[in-house]
């Protein structure tokens, strides 16, 4: 229920602080008073629509607060769950509404879009007047309301759920189907490709190594070259090791002659000769480790290539060759063993229709069942609201082919205001007054099912007097029994039978005129009705009146 409305800066509202009761809460005052600001304020807080018009005159911005006790298992508080907000104690919609046409939400102090403070609002509160068709021109919404006055949500949740498999199940079979077509078009090319590159069996990164490699051979294959080239000038035919070795045993023979001239020159020419069998081994070592078989070169070069062709020739990359088989090959299993999978999906789809119907079909006999039991419901209530020549029906509209998430009925609320007239939509028959009795009649049907704990009512009294004001009186008391109501009235009759009574009036500080509201005590209640019955002067027969109105109300 709604607990408390704070609002700063909205339109002739400076700043104001209501707390609210359960049970029946009306709000009176002269034409213009204001009473239409708190209402303009409070859809502002449940997400209706900006505007800057609504700032006081002066005002850089204007502010509502709304305060919900909520309970623990309310569908709001999965809603917030969802968002991300805390969801436990009360909950406070707060909305800023800037001089400049910018607004902003916050629940619990949290930033939120408009979006979700409107779902939150619907959620708690209904607005209902005279001109209203959020409940009575939605389809959806007489569709949720038939099945909450029947006990049907349990069932309808049952048809929501075998539609989603049912849908799922179809899903899945068109996908397959469409895989195994494509599949199909192409049978033969996938054969020839998959057989092709699993023959080649393209590996990971092979272009990069393979590519390396070749790189690696050819540099070895000139560098044997030059290697040989030098063996054969060190140690081949033009090698200069024999003639220096003959060189030195000459000189060796002379050395004892020469009285140790020779000495060193032998030294050096031996020390030479050391050296150019160091290189000679240099070289061989050389040239095994450099040596290279041109077959490894070519079968590289050949292994590249390949790959090369066959990622031309599918039009990919080297290395997305492998998952391109994989992908093949896979759509080749499909196309292979796809049938029996359909087979078996199709079967899963025939059952999960026969489900659905099954449900939907339930559904929908339990639902022309509630509605002739709402039907009479209603027509309970309408003579008494002066609307005893009118017919109020609910008309379903079945149709097994339109399949949807909830269910295969078309529900909408109809009347007939005149007898011998046709039956027709509630909005397009009934006048304005008639629409807010049939809905107040609706709602008392409905009791607290399919509604949200706070019902505002907003002068749907309003050209009715005397038994139909009391009887609208009455029907608002039974309804606050359930669930929280506040009514915008002008009849004595309605006010008479409230818990509580806000009085909106205009106060006039200086050269501005603001509006106020007070909470009235027995007394200033009593005069509050007793100006409602008399007008501008109240009389002593006034206030014996409002006397007997209240009495007969307690």
């Known amino acids: 229920m709604l607990v408390a409305l704070a609002i700063r800066d909205i339109v002739l509202i ?17 034409t213009g008073a204001g009473k239409s600001i708190l209402l303009d304020a409070l859809s502002l807080a449940l997400g209706g629509r900006g505007d800057s018009a609504l700032v006081r005159h002066g005002a850089e911005q204007g502010d509502v607060t709304a305060v919900f006790d909520v309970a623990g298992d309310h569908p709001v508080r999965r809603l917030l769950s969802d968002s991300g907000i805390e969801a436990e104690g009360d909950l406070i919609l707060r909305r800023v509404q800037g001089g400049d046409g910018r607004s902003r939400g916050f629940v619990n102090d949290q930033p939120v879009s408009v979006t979700l403070l409107r779902q939150l609002g619907a959620a708690l509160v209904e607005i209902h007047g005279q001109h209203d ?8 919404m007489h569709r949720a309301l038939l099945d909450a006055f029947g006990g049907l949500e349990d069932e309808a949740a049952a048809v929501a759920a075998a539609h989603r498999e049912r849908r799922e199940a179809e899903r899945s079979a068109a996908e397959l189907r469409k895989r195994i077509e494509a599949a199909r078009a ?8 998959v057989e092709e590159l699993r023959t080649l069996a393209p590996q990971p990164d092979e272009e990069e190594t393979l590519a390396d490699r070749r790189q690696l051979l050819m540099r070895a294959e000139k560098i044997a070259g030059d290697i040989a080239e030098a063996y054969e000038t060190v140690a081949g035919g033009a090698s200069p090791t024999p003639t220096l070795a003959s060189l030195v045993r000459r000189l060796e023979r002379k050395a004892p002659e020469a009285g140790g001239l020779l000495d060193e020159a032998i030294a050096a020419l031996d020390r030479a000769l050391l050296a150019l069998g160091e290189a000679t081994q240099s070289l061989e070592i050389a040239a095994r480790a450099a040596e290279a078989d041109p077959r490894t070169l070519e079968a590289t070069e050949e292994r590249l290539f390949a790959l090369r062709a066959a990622g031309r020739k599918y039009g990919v990359m080297v290395a997305e060759l492998p998952a ?8 080749l299993a499909t196309l292979e ?5 359909l087979e078996a999906l199709d079967r899963a789809v025939t059952e999960a229709r026969a489900r659905y119907d099954k449900v939907a079909a339930t559904l929908s006999t339990r639902r022309r069942k509630a509605a002739a039991q709402l039907g009479r419901a209603v027509a309970a209530e309408l003579p008494a609201l002066k609307l005893e020549r009118a017919e109020f029906g609910v008309a379903i509209d079945t149709d097994p082919a339109q399949v949807a998430e909830t269910g295969i009925d078309a529900v909408s609320f109809t009347v007939r205001t005149n007898p011998g007239s046709r039956p027709g939509p509630l909005m397009k028959v009934a006048s304005g007054g008639e629409l807010a009795r049939f809905l107040l009649a609706l709602k008392v049907a409905l009791a607290d099912r399919g509604s949200a704990p706070t019902l505002v009512f907003d002068e749907i009294d309003t050209a009715v007097g005397g038994a139909v004001a009391d009887a609208i009186g009455a029907r608002l008391a039974r309804l606050s029994d359930r669930v929280q109501v506040l009514s915008v009235t002008h009849a004595p009759q309605v006010a008479a039978r409230a818990g509580a009574h806000l009085l909106v009036a205009k106060d006039q500080r200086g050269k501005t005129t603001m509006t106020g509201v007070t909470r009235l005590d027995a007394e200033r209640r009593r005069e509050e009705i007793a100006r409602m019955l008399a007008g501008a002067t109240v009389t002593e027969e006034a206030r014996a009146a409002a006397d007997r109105l209240i009495l007969g109300a307690a």
């Open 337 to 341: 063993s796809g049938e029996e999978q």
């Open 14 to 30: 400076d700043r104001l602080n209501l707390d609210f009761d359960r049970g029946l809460t009306v709000l009176t005052g002269e």
């Open 324 to 331: 391109l088989a994989e992908r093949m090959a896979t759509a």
């Open 133 to 140: 068709d959020r409940a009575m021109v939605d389809g959806d």
């Open 186 to 193: 192409e049978g033969d090319y996938l054969r020839s490709a």
